[in-house]
């Protein structure tokens, strides 16, 4: 038999440079804001050091044999942060731009979030370096499940769960799913989350972030008075899919306005409030809110951004309030729906300016919240109604909120700092009660 | 007469102090009484399995020594076996065998679904440092993993072992197979898998089966004067609970004196002098009695939560409660019961009274399993329903033969093990 071709490495999904841990990294950035926290909480250098490097980090050739019958071979990681508080749990990606530092960022991340919804997780992240649109769907789905063979031995529903991320959907957990089954020769659920709900998905995981979101939001409002003698709140919502949309449907039926929204195409905005299921209906149908009709400002991201309004909430992309438009900005409070979209700069702009930020590491924790749930249900073989995901998810956002506002009134710290050494402390300290094995 | 060729001598005579002769007598009287036959006689009082480790551990100077480690698993007809570790230089394997076996009854008496075992270490741990310590517990957990597992041993604290030390066995066994497992060991701190209420379990268990006795014989929570031997994790927190469930705690005790006052006392203040000063004996607000008078004061309820061979021949005679609930392990000798019994002195048991920590530790197993951790109120209302339903089955056993409570507590402990036993049958 002769060899199979091997085709050509033009492909933009092959082949990325691998850059060392070095202090120029976006996990060594991540990090300074972790250090700060130990150092204010005065934790002793030895004990935090081991958060300092992720625990493991597996690198796994990809080989794939195309719909031509050409071989290609992808690069997959899977970086496990810290393991203290549990099995790790991160997103699976599928990204054409997969960095290694960036992964490490993300899993890095995840410890520190699930630290602070109280979740019993590490963190992790990983994915492959492909371009979903260029692959066919039996391409991706070849490289997926070689993916999670090659990367069988570390993980499982108590060593490392994969999640989904950017551009790896239901389906693609299915596939994983499915895999990890077959090599075991018994059915196991609880391996990944984020699957479709016949093979063990958790009702509410399409809309957990939003679902978290509306309850810290209502915290927050009541714990900076916001409402005062006012029935309703004035909200700006950037964002119009799963988080943003599924948000505003739910501020909306709680009786809050919705002044503003916007998706990537532009933003709407009316003082008085939008139709929110019209508009969302419309991009339902067209898949967009470009030419949506009704009564409204017609704007750009940008614009919508410093409108006024009571609480403003970016749900959709990281970096959008900064040095440029973070003195604009016109609201009461700011709460991170997407990851990172207040830049570190902006976010000491808005606190000269007394506009309190409610970080997202603790805003949109549903979703990892939800996650576990799902993780709880496949151990146990047993799916929660609705309705107690929802009461559950209700009662973990609202315990994390107690334990960040009891750090912040604790150390006189900001809400960010404090969920960072809320996190920092749950980890260092289960860390240092495992101790070191040898 | 047992007729199996492994059964273990029965020893003529009772030592009186000797509680592990003493839990072996009263099994005996239990299973007299449900006319087990030789046999399942012989394998109810015979170990299932014994394993001693040798523990080589470099110390911080740099030598080695090696320790001697053991693990005994009494009977896991019922299910994975359940019990302590303790790290003390008195350790030896008939003290580990007994506490074993004791754990099995009290696994059964509240139906939770675990056999007994029990480990232990010869070592004194006041003389070893944290980090000789740390690398003793992971050595002689590795000594023993062939036969622990979620599904096979499950330790938990003991003598001189606490939360920490669980953790080392989790961290221990978890980088063993490969994955987390928090299930291989209860008593984890709250962060690695620890269940709420769990600190607070068994004297919450002792005021559970107190106020069962008093309904059981007619007496009025508020009308109960209660004398507390401890006040520590169980006769304090359980002296506590009692006094907001409306009960009279007149008198409380640590190591050194016990404080009287016939009016009852400010238990939540007793309790934090306690911790502020670690003595009772400058606690002004009551008088000062020595403890060797405390468990003769007048009183209603009498509540041992101290140490084992309290009540015993020498003084049960001058016992003046009517309701004795044993928070202890071990406190009252056979001699005593039976003086105890002849006067109509009511004794809630040990292996029902103070099972409520074992209980909890079965919620943070289960907890452990599913992944999910349960709100304290719902570990304290599932709580109350096990202590609930154990103590009327032991009442009502304790009728159907017309025991005592104690008897009847073992029949029930033994017919549950007795009857899983028949129906798993022997494997072969």
């Known amino acids: ?438 | 007469m047992p007729t199996g060729t492994a059964a273990a001598e029965d020893t003529p005579q009772i030592d009186e102090f000797n509680p592990f002769q003493a839990m072996a007598e009263r099994f005996a009287v239990a299973a007299d009484h449900l006319g087990l036959e030789g046999g399942v006689r012989d394998v109810l009082r015979t170990p299932d399995r014994e394993m001693t480790v040798a523990i080589p551990v470099i110390m911080d100077d740099g030598s080695t020594r090696v320790f001697r480690g053991y693990r005994v698993q009494h009977n896991f007809s019922r299910g994975p076996c359940k019990g302590g570790i303790r790290f003390a230089p008195d350790v030896n394997i008939d003290e580990v065998r007994a506490l074993a076996a004791w754990m099995t009854w009290k696994c059964s008496v509240v139906d939770v679904p675990f056999g007994g075992g029990k480990g232990g270490v010869i070592c004194d741990p006041r003389e070893l440092s944290e980090t000789e310590l740390e690398r003793i517990t992971r050595r002689y957990t590795t000594g023993i993993m062939d036969i622990l597992g979620p599904d096979r041993d499950v330790p938990a604290p003991d003598i001189n072992t606490n939360e920490r030390t669980m953790a080392w066995i989790m961290d221990t066994y978890s980088m063993h197979v490969r994955s987390t497992t928090t299930a291989i060991v209860t008593g984890k701190p709250l962060a690695l898998g620890g269940s709420k209420g769990r600190t607070e379990a068994t004297g919450r268990g002792v005021m559970i089966s107190c106020r069962e006795a008093m309904q059981k014989i007619g007496m009025r929570p508020e009308d109960a004067r209660v004398v507390v031997q401890g006040s520590g994790n169980v006769g304090g927190i359980g002296a506590m609970l009692m006094h907001r469930e409306g009960m009279r705690i007149v008198s409380l005790s640590d190591m050194y004196c016990s404080v009287y006052n016939d009016r009852g006392l400010d238990v939540p203040a007793v309790l934090a002098h306690l911790r502020e000063h670690r003595t009772l004996e400058t606690y002004k607000e009551a008088d000062i009695v020595p403890n060797a008078e405390q468990l003769q004061l007048d009183c209603d309820v009498l509540v041992p939560a101290a140490v084992e061979n309290q009540i015993t021949s020498r003084n049960a005679a001058d016992i003046k409660a009517k309701l004795i609930v044993e928070g202890a392990n071990g406190p009252t000798t056979v001699i005593a019961d039976k003086i105890l019994e002849e006067r109509g002195v009511v004794v809630v048991p040990d292996i029902l009274a103070n099972a409520g920590g074992v209980t909890v530790s079965y919620f943070e197993w289960v907890q452990d399993r599913a992944g999910f951790f349960w709100t304290e109120e719902i570990v304290n209302s599932r709580l109350e329903l096990i202590m609930t339903n154990a103590f009327q089955a032991v009442d009502e056993t304790a009728k159907k033969y017309d025991v005592s409570l104690r008897i009847g507590a073992y029949i029930l402990a033994v017919d549950r093990v007795a009857k899983v036993y028949k129906l798993r049958g022997i494997y072969s």
């Not at chain 1, 393991?83 to 731009?97: E, H, K, Q, S, V």
């Not at chain 1, 998810?393 to 050494?421: G, P, S």
């Open chain 1, 1 to 438: 038999m002769s060899p199979l071709p091997i085709t050509d490495m033009s492909f933009d999904d092959l082949l990325p440079s691998t850059p060392p841990l070095d202090e120029e990294t976006p996990f060594a950035t991540m990090m300074g804001l972790f250090d700060e926290a130990a150092e204010k909480l005065l934790i002793e250098a030895t004990a935090y050091s081991i958060l300092r490097k992720p625990d493991r980090e597996i690198t796994v050739a990809v080989p794939v044999k195309l719909d031509d019958g050409t071989l290609a071979v992808f690069d997959g990681y899977r970086v496990q942060h810290n393991m203290g508080l549990g099995p790790f749990i991160g997103a699976l990606r599928l990204d054409p731009n997969l960095r290694v530092d960036e992964l490490r960022a993300l899993a890095g991340w995840m410890t520190w979030k699930c630290a602070v919804m109280n979740v019993p997780f590490g963190g992790a992240a990983g994915g492959i370096r492909i371009n979903r649109n260029r692959r066919s769907r039996g391409e991706l789905e070849r490289a997926v499940r070689r993916y999670t063979a090659s990367l069988i031995d570390v993980v499982g529903p108590d060593r490392d769960i994969f999640s989904p991320g950017r551009a790896a959907d239901e389906e693609v957990m299915g596939w994983v799913m499915d895999t990890i089954s077959s090599h075991e020769r018994h059915t196991t659920t609880a391996v990944v989350t984020g699957k479709p709900t016949v093979l063990g998905g958790s009702s509410h995981h399409h809309d957990s972030v939003a679902q978290g979101l509306r309850v810290i939001l209502k915290l927050a409002v009541e714990h900076y008075d916001l409402l005062g003698d006012a029935e309703s709140l004035s909200v700006i919502v950037q964002g119009a899919g799963s988080v943003g949309g599924n948000l505003a449907r739910l501020l909306r039926t709680e009786g809050h306005r919705v002044v503003g929204l916007a998706d990537v195409h532009g933003g709407f905005y009316n003082a008085d409030g939008l139709d929110i299921d019209a508009l969302l209906d419309f991009k339902e149908e067209t898949g967009s809110l470009e030419d949506a009709p009704g009564d409204f400002e017609r704007l750009t991201n940008e614009e919508l951004l410093t409108r006024r309004c009571d609480v403003l909430i970016p749900c959709a992309v990281p970096n959008v309030i900064t040095i440029r438009n973070a003195s604009g900005v016109n609201a009461r409070l700011v709460v991170e729906g997407a990851h990172g979209p207040v830049t570190a700069r902006a976010d000491r702009i808005l606190e000269s300016r007394g506009i309190p930020v409610v970080p997202d590491i603790l805003a949109n924790g549903g979703g990892v919240v939800v996650h576990y749930f799902e993780w709880v249900q496949n151990r146990m073989g047993y799916s929660w109604l609705e309705a107690v995901v929802s009461n559950r998810l209700r009662r973990f956002m609202t315990e994390a909120w107690d334990a960040v506002v009891e750090m912040k009134v604790d150390r006189k710290v900001r809400l960010r700092t404090a969920a960072n050494m809320l996190a920092v402390t749950r980890v260092a300290a289960a860390d240092k009660m495992r101790g070191v094995f040898a």
